[in-house]
């Protein structure tokens, strides 16, 4: 059965929405004998109970029910996130359907999404957050993935789909939450959540963290930091401002992991945790600075507005040395490799969203206009490595014994960036959302985004620069037989401009090459099974064009004949299936291919790299009494391919996961959380055929929170 906090938290959630700001020893409604100072789970705080999330603003920029969104969203909630021991986006998005993570070259979170990889397509409530780096959930309220191509929200990029962050912020409800984690090799994690009123209109939260590990892998450690206090001002009936600052720090060993061997993942004895590199000089780190705010006011004419200001600040510096092709036949060398990467970058932007309903005749009308700036400029600065002892790019050493403390010099060749850039956008859009009647519902909506891009060699001081005036639009319908289900059909575009993902540099031939292109159209049926438990089914087709193939008649020029094409289908579950079991997860079908020749190997037909044609996960949480659950999880992925020459296959695995969880009095509960349950080898990413992840073996972490 729940427990008295669940059954309650469940019950306000279906009898309607709750106040922002209660005050701190309130009854809750149902229930005199549970005030809010023993609550902690996300029910409170949004249209969430358990595992699933009734409704979104992130989709659409109007607070829409998801079932009337014509979209497949997988929501991460707090609890799922906390219940499964989440503390990275790889993590997070292990269980969400269609959503493969990616190696990132071992300093980035970096996504594969209906078969589109992508290291820049991450926001925070909605606003850009593109740098290169690895993301804490210390501070995060949930995770939304978006599928499909999201321009007409998000502007440039999101082809395959876009992952947003919400974050905890200051709403009076009074949480003081002590976080203590330990674990295998090392690991130790303290984290803080503290928020209560300072006045009937001024509210104070702060979010904090510290975590200092080791890992399955050898020579790899990780040390983080982040700070985040947050506060909310209600300047009036009408008006609300919210402002936030973070800081944060990561530094880590870069492990791009263990090379390939005819055709297939390298093994030795133990390359589960077998380094390849030199731990002295493997590094990456960011320090980000990250202020935020945010203005909501309702005009007299009904009209909403939600302004959002963002400074952002990222210092990012990561070092590789790594496996730089395969083992030979014999089994005795492997080449290493090495570079280096700072990419700094500084980002300001501005939102502003109106949303004003009214009537015309038997139409209701939900209708946004809005705009957006930004101004983003930094570095992108790369060296490779020469070896001391050979006085070239590469080292030969033996796989059984792969790590070097050979020094490296790192030189920038006339190859690698040194540029600065800046990125200057502006972009309006305007959408409505039409309803017929309780059966029938239309979306419509376009942006136009103006995107200027330029560059500076540093070593020529030549400027490149390109300018692309983009039209996005999207379209769909939502038809309503009953209340609680839904089928809907989408059609939606994305561009991304040729500086690419990361825009650090524009050469002669990418200024002159037209954007990528993602065309996406989609159908699908959300039902609602109960008030707490929702099924979603999807079938889309999304072709990628303009793609870039290396002009063979002219070096540094390029063809924009390449081309991608993804079929899939996708199933959901999310929710309480009984009072005492919740379920999180779903299947994903994924036929991502190359639809015409890229090089002599990779060539129409291939299976796009890192994408399984199946995928099911699903994480069950079984409360067992009123004092103790049970969470067992399991991930099942058919074979993939490294890259897109097919030439490595990454093979099938299943993982078994489990949670134990135990409240020993009403304000400290303890939870413990064994990965791979039954200590199965398996491959759990890549970067390349010569880059691949060995997965995690039994992995056990343990902790204690506790309310004050």
């Avoid at 089994?331 to 949303?355: C, H, I, K, M, P």
């Avoid at 159209?521 to 099924?535: N, S």
């Avoid at 919740?582 to 037909?605: E, H, K, L, N, P």
């Amino acid at each position: 059965m729940k427990t008295t906090s669940e059954a309650c938290i469940v019950g306000l959630l279906l009898a309607g929405p709750v106040l922002a700001a209660p005050a701190r020893a309130q009854p809750v409604p149902g229930n005199e004998s549970v005030t809010l100072d023993q609550l902690s789970v996300e029910g409170l705080r949004g249209n969430t109970v358990g595992y699933l999330t009734k409704r979104s603003s992130t989709a659409t920029k109007t607070d829409t029910p998801l079932i009337d969104t014509p979209q497949s969203v997988t929501i991460v909630t707090q609890q799922q996130i906390r219940d499964q021991g989440f503390q990275s986006i790889n993590e997070a998005i292990r269980y969400v359907p269609g959503v493969i993570p990616h190696q990132g070259e071992g300093n980035r979170d970096d996504v594969v999404i209906r078969g589109q990889r992508s290291n820049a397509d991450f926001f925070v409530n909605g606003i850009r957050d593109d740098v290169q780096y690895y993301r804490d959930l210390y501070n995060t309220q949930r995770i939304e993935v978006l599928k499909g191509p999201n321009a007409m929200i998000f502007g440039r990029g999101g082809g395959g789909g876009v992952i947003n962050r919400v974050l905890k912020e200051a709403d009076g409800v009074p949480i003081r939450e002590v976080l203590v984690q330990g674990g295998e090799y090392w690991n130790k994690r303290v984290a803080i959540d503290a928020g209560d009123r300072v006045s009937d209109s001024v509210f104070f939260r702060l979010n904090g963290v510290f975590e200092d590990t080791a890992t399955y892998r050898d020579f790899v450690d990780i040390r983080r930091y982040g700070v985040n206090p947050t506060m909310t001002f209600l300047l009036g009936p009408a008006t609300t401002l919210k402002l936030s600052y973070e800081y944060f720090h990561d530094d880590r060993t870069t492990d791009r992991g263990i090379p390939s061997q005819f055709g297939r993942p390298y093994r030795n004895r133990d390359n589960v945790s077998t380094f390849f590199g030199n731990p002295d000089l493997n590094r990456a780190r960011v320090d980000a600075n990250i202020a935020t705010a945010v203005l909501d006011h309702q005009f007299e004419s009904g009209v909403q507005m939600h302004g959002q200001l963002r400074f952002a600040d990222y210092q990012k510096f990561y070092q590789n040395i790594f496996p730089g092709g395969a083992v030979n036949a014999a089994g005795n060398r492997v080449n290493l490799s090495a570079y280096n990467n700072e990419t700094d970058r500084t980002n300001y932007f501005s939102q502003n969203d109106f949303t004003y309903k009214f009537e015309t005749g038997p139409l209701r009308h939900t209708l946004l206009g809005g705009f957006e700036l930004g101004y983003q400029q930094g570095l992108s600065y790369r060296q490779d490595g020469f070896f001391d002892t050979t006085g070239t790019q590469t080292l030969v050493v033996n796989p059984l014994a792969p790590v070097s403390r050979v020094g490296v010099t790192f030189r920038n060749l006339a190859s690698g960036a040194n540029s600065l850039y800046d990125l200057g956008l502006a972009a309006a859009y305007a959408q409505d959302q039409i309803e017929v009647n309780e059966h029938l519902q239309f979306i419509g909506g376009l942006r136009y985004d103006h995107f200027d891009f330029s560059s500076r060699d540093r070593r020529t001081n030549v400027t490149v620069g390109r300018v692309d005036d983009l039209l996005s639009p999207r379209a769909g319908v939502v038809v309503k037989p009953f209340a609680n289900l839904a089928f809907y059909g989408s059609y939606s575009v994305s561009y991304l401009p040729s500086a690419g993902d990361q825009f650090s540099a524009l050469t002669p031939g990418t200024a002159i090459a037209q954007p990528e292109k993602f065309e996406n159209a989609e159908i699908g049926v959300k039902y609602d099974v109960t008030p707490a438990f929702q099924l979603t089914g999807a079938l889309y087709n999304l072709d990628r064009t303009n793609q870039r193939l290396a002009d063979p008649n002219r070096p540094g020029f390029f063809l924009l004949s390449g081309r991608t094409n993804t079929q899939g289908a996708e199933i959901g579950a999310n929710g309480y299936v009984t009072d005492w079991w919740q379920i999180a997860g779903g299947y994903a079908f994924t036929d991502a291919r190359i639809a015409s020749d890229v090089s002599t190997t990779i060539v129409r037909g291939n299976t796009v790299g890192l994408v399984p044609f199946n995928t099911f996960t699903l994480w069950n949480k079984f409360d067992v009494t009123e004092r103790f659950s049970v969470g067992v999880g399991f991930i099942n992925q058919t074979h993939t391919f490294a890259s897109s020459d097919d030439t490595v296959r990454l093979p099938s695995f299943s993982r078994f996961d489990l949670g134990l969880f135990y409240k020993l009095s009403e304000t400290v509960r303890a939870q413990v959380n064994i990965e791979n349950l039954f200590d199965r080898r398996y491959i759990a990413t890549a970067d390349g055929n010569n880059n691949i992840t060995p997965g995690a073996p039994r992995l056990i972490r343990v902790q204690l929170i506790a309310l004050f």
